[in-house]
């Protein structure tokens, strides 16, 4: 029986890449376990894939000061020693990790258990979890080619990001059905990422009046973020998440406004989607999203307003501009070189598996 252990966790974009290889594993009949946190957004979408799920300890490692920073080195600690059990128990041939800080010690309880990692690395440049986490790969696979310059010597293969099958296979009928909505305006999809942005969110509610009359829109906004005055409004739906009817609310979609992590605009570039991103700032975050959108803005494939710009203003000059020149962007994402993601990771993990 060929073992594996997939990892990754924090956001849905550490998760669903390795949801979207579970398909070719199952037809090579691996036995698929699944490391991640106890309380984390992975817990929840690996459990619906009917996957064995593990949970360890878990702590973030922060760059700026937290009393948090004194408690969770044990947590990893722990994390550790829970993920070295699991496996001796489990005995994989392979991990393969998308990152996010549950990773970490699993990572290094496989190397620890000489077992072979491949790390999926998203971003242009490595996260602190996969920095931490990156010697003790034998492979790192790569959205950008930009990365390869950011890893070891060899390690390097790009490979593009795994997208799941059944996004490509939506359904705009089904869309019309759920939504309420018709095919007489067209659709403007909003995502602000699994856990939400305030700020777009903000944006987008204060522009609703002059956007609902040209446009249907879908905002995806986060947990916690459902504004209820605005659940009978005509031509505007809102949901804190999507999980199964995603992929008909990309096929139904116009135009997307969304954050820039990696993996989501990586399926907009699949879905030939035009689109607006709106990176998180550097005061947020460490800059990643913003040479992730600047990378698809240079190849044509995005427009890209910056957070600390955001209006109602400029968010409605954007619409327009893309909507304008939607044609050509579209083209743009047609003509690029794709990359068989997943199947050059499998491959790859069945030359570590067999060595």
Known sequence: MKKIILTGGGTAGHVTPNIALLPRLRELDYEISYIGSYHGIEKGLIEKENIPYYAISSGKLRRYFDPKNFSDPFKVI??????RSLMFRLKPDIVFSKGGFVSVPVVLAARHARVPVIIHESDITPGLANKLAIPSASKVCC??????????????????????????????????????????LPVLLIIGGSLGSQVINEAVRRLLPVLLKSWQVIHLCGKG?????????????????????LADLFAVSDLVISRAGANAICELQAL?????????????SRGDQILNANSFKKQGFSYVLEEENLTEETLSAAISAVWENRQSYISAMKESQKTDAIEIIIDLIEQLRKK
């Open 78 to 83: 722990k994390g550790y020693a829970q993920a």
């Open 143 to 184: 959205n950008f080619p930009e990365t390869v310059s950011h890893i070891p010597e060899g390690k390097a293969i790009v490979s593009g990001s795994p997208i799941r099958r059944e996004l490509l296979e939506g359904n705009r009928e089904k869309a019309y059905t759920y939504t309420g909505f018709t095919p007489d």
């Open 225 to 245: 973020n459902l504004d209820p005055t605005l659940h009978h409004t005509s031509g505007y739906v809102q949901y804190e998440y999507i999980n199964e009817e």
């Open 272 to 284: 030939c989607k035009p689109n607006i991103l709106i990176p998180l700032s550097k005061a947020a």
